[in-house]
């Protein structure tokens, strides 16, 4: 079968087991064997660079909130990377990307700033933000993988 090259990325903050488990799941779901040709790669945003994400097909943000913001290590990734990828030739205006919140009880004031941001870059949300927030359970888990899988399947057949 012809390789159509496709690359996801995942720019996960896991400060924590919970955190680790949830990213872990992504990655796993990203890697099922349902998907065929996607090249998955898990990355901290402390990691992560512009040029990074500019060679990418699509993305999953995870990032926990904190103090009613998204994480400090992604406010920061944003920083750096808005203004070299709205500048650079190889900016893609509609790349789809997945987020992903881990909040204690809350979540919104990290879904609306990422959301500017990302309508800022020209990004498109591929799916609804997925938020597990309350006491950690099993389902936060279940949940990941299942975007992990969605995403990337969609990348590899192409209709995102
Ligand atoms: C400094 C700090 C600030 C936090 N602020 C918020 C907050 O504003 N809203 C919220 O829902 N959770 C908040 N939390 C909870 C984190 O989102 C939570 O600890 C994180 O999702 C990791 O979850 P875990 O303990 O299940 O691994 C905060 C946690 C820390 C350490």
Redesign the pocket.
């Known amino acids: 079968m012809p390789s159509n090259g496709k690359s996801l990325l995942i720019v996960a903050h896991t ?5 680790l488990a949830m990213a872990h799941a992504l990655l796993e779901g990203a890697e099922d064997d349902a998907v065929d040709d996607v090249a998955v790669t898990l990355v901290s945003p402390l990691e992560c660079d512009a040029d990074m994400i500019l060679k990418s097909d699509g993305l999953i943000l995870f990032t ?6 998204m994480a400090g290590r992604l406010k920061d990734l944003f920083e750096r990377i808005y203004y070299p990828c709205l500048d650079d030739p190889r900016r893609n205006d509609a790349k789809p990307f997945a987020l992903v ?7 919104t ?2 879904e609306i700033a990422v959301t500017k941001i990302t309508k800022g870059l020209n990004w498109r949300a591929a799916q609804e933000t997925t938020l ?2 309350g ?2 359970n099993r389902t936060f888990i279940a949940r990941c993988r299942e975007l992990g899988l969605t995403i990337a399947a969609s990348l590899d057949a192409g209709i995102i």
């Open positions: 400060p924590s087991p919970n955190t926990t909130e904190n103090f009613g913001y919140i881990k909040a204690g009880l809350d979540g004031g990290t597990c927030k006491d950690f």
